[in-house]
Nanobody
Framework: QVQLVESGGGLVQAGGSLRLSCAAS????????MAWFRQAPGKEREFVAA????????RYAASVKGRFTVSRDYGKNEMYLQMNSLKLEDTAIYYC?????????????????WGQGTPVTVSS
């Protein structure tokens, strides 16, 4: 079983940047599809980005495309989310998740293991 731990969240001004990390332990996740989701207060959890086991052609939500970049380091068994040009509406708890499917799915139900989340707050 894989355990995921997110880090890197915090408080940042609008227009700034943050880099989130997701560290996996328990087994390698190199063959799994990995994803980032977020949940803002009072809202449902929403898809942010997904990256396949090959790391090629990641998928992004329209709201973050061009501003966020997902990547993974197979040697460190980690995944990252580089967030640039942050907006107030990016404020949320960010979760990493994994699935043994090869598809870059956007539904939370497709992912079988999750981290505990890291909060991101964007201020004006």
């Amino acid at each position: 079983q894989v355990q995921l731990v997110e880090s890197g969240g915090g408080l940042v001004q609008a227009g700034g940047s943050l880099r989130l990390s997701c560290a996996a332990s328990g087994r390698t996740f190199s063959s799994d599809t990995m994803a980032w989701f977020r949940q803002a207060p009072g809202k449902e959890r929403e898809f942010v980005a997904a990256i396949s086991s090959s790391g090629e052609s990641p998928r992004y939500a329209a709201s973050v495309k061009g501003r966020f970049t997902v990547s993974r380091d197979y040697g460190k068994n980690e995944m990252y989310l580089q967030m640039n040009s942050l907006k107030l509406e990016d404020t949320a708890i960010y979760y990493c998740a994994g699935s043994q499917t090869i598809l870059l799915l956007t539904g939370a139900a497709a992912y079988s293991y999750w981290g505990q989340g890291t909060p991101v707050t964007v201020s004006s």
